[in-house]
């Protein structure tokens, strides 16, 4: 008996037993900056726009991804056709860095 289809239905078993992918992940970083602004260790990501929004004039905002590790928010715009963003202390609300 050849060892091939042995082998062949051995990993087969062996993917489909693995745990999902999905389940091993790491909560999402919006997930963190959720838990953190709860706890009161950062700025909740509406009082990072009420801030930052006034100060882009014509832009259009597009959205923020939020950084567990570094903390800090990074806000998406774009005006004529051009991404920005600005990088945000998401314990302050002071501005890190601003990219265009």
């Known amino acids: 008996m050849s060892m091939k289809p ?7 078993v062996a993917v489909l037993a693995a745990p999902d992918a999905a389940a091993q992940q790491p909560r999402s970083d919006q997930g ?15 009082e990072i726009e ?10 259009e905002y597009l ?3 939020y950084d567990s590790t570094a903390m800090a928010y990074r806000l998406k715009f774009i005006r004529d056709g051009r991404v920005l963003f600005v990088d945000v202390d998401a314990r302050s609300g002071r501005i890190i860095k601003k990219s265009w």
């Open 32 to 46: 963190m900056a959720r838990k953190d602004a709860e706890a009161g260790n950062i700025l909740k990501s509406r």
């Open 6 to 12: 042995l082998l062949t239905l051995l990993a087969c």
């Open 63 to 65: 959205g923020f991804a």
């Open 50 to 59: 009420a801030r930052i929004l006034p100060m882009m004039g014509d832009a």
